[in-house]
Structure formats: structure tokens, C-alpha cells
């Protein structure tokens, strides 16, 4: 598998953040127990991981622009590029000692996606993928699941949870999506579960309330590994609408209409 020398500086920040994080999770572990608990010293894991990524990107493209979680948008001078990193994807299983979290990078180029990285150092899996070439999961090649029907599947979701997200809306989407699918997951790490539709782990995937740097490097996944991706609508504004559903050319097409069925009328 041969990457270019842009999606190289995107593995080495990942992997470099990654190894960051995996030093601070093993500590989070023992403070589970503490009285104080991680919060604080999950917010330095954090912040340390986009400085390594903001780092080690901005050492390869000094001119292009910088959307990191923490730190916010830095403008570049070069106007056509993006780098677009989530450095601690699943927060709150980070903090629990859950092993579902990931480091996310994606490269913009003319508002379109053209390079991905999701990288779980606590599994060691990396996923990567470029415009044309193909989606991987370290070294093997990946692709969705077959699946035709939604009978057959498993869908990933988010859970909109205290002080976010429309919890009603949710329900009303879980409540039609639960009746047509044979299981439902909330992992709780939005880049790792639009990795895992591109893996084929899990047929599908929706969510509200995303933000870019959720998203951004699973889309290139998705697509490369030959599935679809919109926004709730089935729409391509994801960015715009902050929200995302996935899956392949059947699944996909089927979850955007049962997300948007009415409210039932009792
Ligand atoms: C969160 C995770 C989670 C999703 C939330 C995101 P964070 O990102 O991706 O799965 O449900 O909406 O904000 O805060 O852990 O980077
Ligand atoms: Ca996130
Ligand atoms: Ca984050």
C-alpha cells in the first residue's frame, strides 16, 4: 500500500498523538478511583494531543489552514487547504476508561475531503484513506458491508445526552429505526463509528449535532471504501446541518427515510 507524502505526515501526527494519548489513558485508569476523578487531567490529555497533530502538520504544510477542536480555526496563508483534527475523538469513554477513543485528522482541499486518518491507539487500528485510493484498515483494504436490507443490519448512532442535542427528535428516530434493524449501537466515538461503516463492522451510522472535526476524515473513509455518506436530509451538507448519515448505496438510501419519518400520531 503505497501513501503519498501528505497522508505519511497524517499517520506519523496520529501515531504521535496516539501514543500521547495511550501514556495519559493508562493514568485515567488509576484515577477512576481517586477522589477528585480524571476531568482535569483528561482536559491536559486533550490538549496535549492537538498540540502534537497541530505540530506535527503544521511542520510539513506551514500555509495551511488549522480547525482543531481545542484551539479553534488558525487561518494559513495557501487558501485552498484545510487540516481538519478532532485529537481526542470519545471523550467521555477516555474518561470512563472505555477503549473506544481516537485521534482524527482530515485534509480539505477546495471545500472537498481528500484525506482521512482515525487512528484508536488503545486497538492499534488505523484507518486511512485519500481521494482515489482506496480506504484501509492498517494494511488491508476495506470496504462497507454488503447488507440490502435494513432487517439484516446493525446501525451505530449517537445519543444526544444531558445539555445537548434534541432529545426528543432522537427518540422519534430511534423509536422507527429500532423496529426495522436487527441491532443498534452507541459506541460513543463519532469518528470510530463512521470508520467502522467503512470497515463493514457495522452497516450504517446516523447522527445530529456533529461538528466538522467528527466527521470530516470519515467521509473520505466511508466514500473510499465504496459507501455513501450525507447529511440527515441525504443532502451534502454535513458541515452546515451538523449531521451525518452513512452506509452503503442501500442502507444508506434507507436510513435517511426512516430517520425523516413523521412523528407517529398516537
Ligand atoms: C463526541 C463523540 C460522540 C458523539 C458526540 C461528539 P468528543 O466527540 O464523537 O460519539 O456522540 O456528539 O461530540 O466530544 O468525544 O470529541
Ligand atoms: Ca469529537
Ligand atoms: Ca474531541
Same mark, same amino acid.
Not at 427528535?169 to 469518528?191: N, P, T, Y
Given at each position: 500500500?503505497?501513501?503519498?507524502?501528505?497522508?505519511?505526515?497524517?499517520? *506519523?501526527?496520529?501515531?504521535?498523538?496516539?501514543?500521547?494519548?495511550?501514556?495519559?489513558?493508562?493514568?485515567? *485508569?488509576?484515577?477512576?478511583?481517586?477522589?477528585?476523578?480524571?476531568?482535569?487531567?483528561?482536559? *491536559?490529555? !486533550?490538549?496535549?494531543?492537538?498540540?502534537?497533530?497541530?505540530?506535527?502538520?503544521?511542520?510539513?504544510?506551514?500555509?495551511?489552514?488549522?480547525?482543531?477542536?481545542?484551539?479553534?480555526?488558525?487561518?494559513?496563508?495557501?487558501?485552498?487547504?484545510?487540516?481538519?483534527?478532532?485529537?481526542? !475523538?470519545?471523550?467521555?469513554?477516555?474518561?470512563?476508561?472505555?477503549?473506544?477513543?481516537?485521534?482524527?485528522?482530515?485534509?480539505?482541499?477546495?471545500?472537498?475531503?481528500?484525506?482521512?486518518?482515525?487512528?484508536?491507539?488503545?486497538?492499534?487500528?488505523?484507518?486511512?484513506?485519500?481521494?482515489?485510493?482506496?480506504?484501509?484498515?492498517?494494511?488491508?483494504?476495506?470496504?462497507?458491508?454488503?447488507?440490502?436490507?435494513?432487517?439484516?443490519?446493525?446501525?451505530?448512532?449517537?445519543?444526544?445526552?444531558?445539555?445537548?442535542?434534541?432529545?426528543?427528535?432522537?427518540?422519534?428516530?430511534?423509536?422507527?429505526?429500532?423496529?426495522?434493524?436487527?441491532?443498534?449501537?452507541?459506541?460513543?466515538?463519532?469518528?470510530?463509528?463512521?470508520?467502522?461503516?467503512?470497515?463493514?463492522?457495522?452497516?450504517?451510522?446516523?447522527?445530529?449535532?456533529?461538528?466538522?472535526?467528527?466527521?470530516?476524515?470519515?467521509?473520505?473513509?466511508?466514500?473510499?471504501?465504496?459507501?455513501?455518506?450525507? !447529511?440527515?436530509?441525504?443532502? *451534502?451538507?454535513?458541515?452546515?446541518?451538523?449531521?451525518?448519515?452513512?452506509?452503503?448505496?442501500?442502507?444508506?438510501?434507507?436510513?435517511?427515510?426512516?430517520?425523516?419519518?413523521?412523528?407517529?400520531?398516537?
Amino acid at each position: 500500500m503505497a501513501r503519498s507524502a501528505l497522508l505519511n505526515v497524517m499517520v *506519523q501526527a496520529a501515531l504521535k498523538a496516539g501514543k500521547s494519548l495511550s501514556r495519559d489513558f493508562g493514568e485515567v *485508569q488509576n484515577l477512576q478511583v481517586s477522589v477528585k476523578g480524571p476531568g482535569d487531567f483528561v482536559s *491536559q490529555a !486533550d490538549l496535549k494531543a492537538e498540540k502534537i497533530v497541530r505540530e506535527e502538520l503544521m511542520k510539513a504544510r506551514p500555509t495551511y489552514d488549522f480547525l482543531g477542536e481545542e484551539g479553534g480555526e488558525e487561518k494559513g496563508t495557501d487558501g485552498a487547504h484545510r487540516w481538519i483534527v478532532d485529537p481526542l !475523538d470519545g471523550t467521555t469513554n477516555f474518561l470512563h476508561g472505555i477503549p473506544q477513543f481516537a485521534v482524527s485528522i482530515a485534509l480539505e482541499r477546495n471545500g472537498e475531503i481528500v484525506a482521512g486518518v482515525i487512528f484508536n491507539p488503545a486497538t492499534d487500528e488505523l484507518f486511512t484513506a485519500e481521494r482515489g485510493g482506496g480506504a484501509f484498515l492498517n494494511d488491508r483494504r476495506i470496504r462497507v458491508a454488503a447488507r440490502k436490507t435494513l432487517p439484516d443490519c446493525v446501525i451505530a448512532c449517537g445519543v444526544p445526552h444531558l445539555g445537548r442535542g434534541n432529545h426528543g427528535k432522537f427518540l422519534v428516530e430511534l423509536r422507527h429505526v429500532m423496529g426495522e434493524v436487527s441491532g443498534i449501537r452507541r459506541m460513543g466515538a463519532a469518528a470510530l463509528d463512521l470508520a467502522y461503516v467503512a470497515a463493514g463492522r457495522v452497516d450504517g451510522f446516523w447522527e445530529a449535532n456533529l461538528s466538522p472535526w467528527d466527521i470530516a476524515a470519515g467521509i473520505v473513509l466511508i466514500r473510499e471504501a465504496g459507501g455513501f455518506v450525507s !447529511d440527515m436530509k441525504g443532502g *451534502q451538507e454535513m458541515f452546515a446541518t451538523n449531521s451525518v448519515v452513512a452506509g452503503n448505496e442501500y442502507i444508506h438510501k434507507a436510513l435517511v427515510e426512516v430517520v425523516n419519518r413523521p412523528v407517529p400520531s398516537k
